[in-house]
């Protein structure tokens, strides 16, 4: 079955600031790759995906690269906000599937 | 997008009853949904894959006569935490998937409490 790995676990930027969170992933089958920000005790909410098909993508101060080859696919968050501070979960899937979840990164923007 | 409503947020149930979570997709209908486990400071692991009208798939490690799933329409699946002991405490959620669409839709989850 399919593997995530995530890194790093904890992230600390200032505002302002730039952040990076880096998946990769096992299965060359999976296609689909989204990335949910979850808040304490809440659902998961998806902030943006990206498909194989396409290697970047961007929405606002959000973007998403994937390097099939290397199976690798990251997060950017540029200008970082406080209200950015959350955990996020990267994912992938065939689309047919549950999704495999990485482990998670704790992002914490300082004012 | 789609919603998907999960039932109750939270409960406490003593140790030995048994616990009842509900997850309705209201504008869709979901022949797959996915339940999940979510321990404190962890990811979302994959416990089963319930399908309509059909037995569920569970994941390796979990009980099917513990946690039983049942999706008898196509805009309900429940799972039912059977005699819950303090270690089955966790935040259970639902997700379930439009069909054709990938984007996965969850349902707000369920803080069990054993004691």
């Known amino acids: 079955g399919e593997n995530v790995e995530q890194h790093p676990s904890t992230l600390s930027v200032q505002e302002g600031d730039s952040a990076v969170i880096k998946c990769t992933y096992s299965?060359?089958?999976?296609?689909?790759f989204p990335w949910y920000k979850q808040e304490l005790g809440k659902r998961p909410q998806l902030i943006i995906d990206?498909?194989?098909?396409?290697g970047e993508k961007k929405d606002q101060r959000i973007a998403v690269t994937l390097n099939k080859t290397a199976k690798h696919f990251s997060l950017h968050i540029t200008e970082t906000q406080p209200e950015d501070s959350a955990v996020y979960f990267c994912?992938?899937?065939?689309?047919?599937?549950?999704?495999?979840f990485g482990s998670g990164t704790r992002l914490q923007v300082q004012p | 997008g789609a919603v998907v409503s999960q039932h109750p947020s939270w409960v406490i149930c003593k140790s030995g009853t048994s616990v009842k979570i509900e997850c309705r997709s209201l504008?869709?209908?979901?022949?797959?949904m996915f339940w999940y486990r979510q321990f404190p400071k962890q990811s979302l692991m994959l416990m089963a894959t319930?399908?309509?009208?059909?037995?569920?798939?569970?994941e390796q490690g979990v009980e099917k006569d513990k946690f039983l799933i049942n999706h008898a329409s196509l805009t309900l699946s429940t799972l039912t935490v059977t005699s819950a002991h303090p270690e089955d405490s966790s935040f259970y959620i639902c997700?379930?998937?439009?069909?054709?669409?990938?984007?996965?839709?969850f349902g707000q989850g369920t803080r069990l409490t054993v004691v």
């Open positions: 299965d060359s089958a999976s296609n689909y």
């Open positions: 504008d869709f209908q979901a022949t797959t």
């Open positions: 997700s379930a998937r439009v069909h054709s669409s990938t984007e996965a839709f």
């Open positions: 994912a992938a899937d065939t689309g047919r599937r549950a999704l495999t």
């Open positions: 990206i498909r194989s098909n396409v």
């Open positions: 319930s399908n309509e009208g059909s037995k569920a798939t569970y």
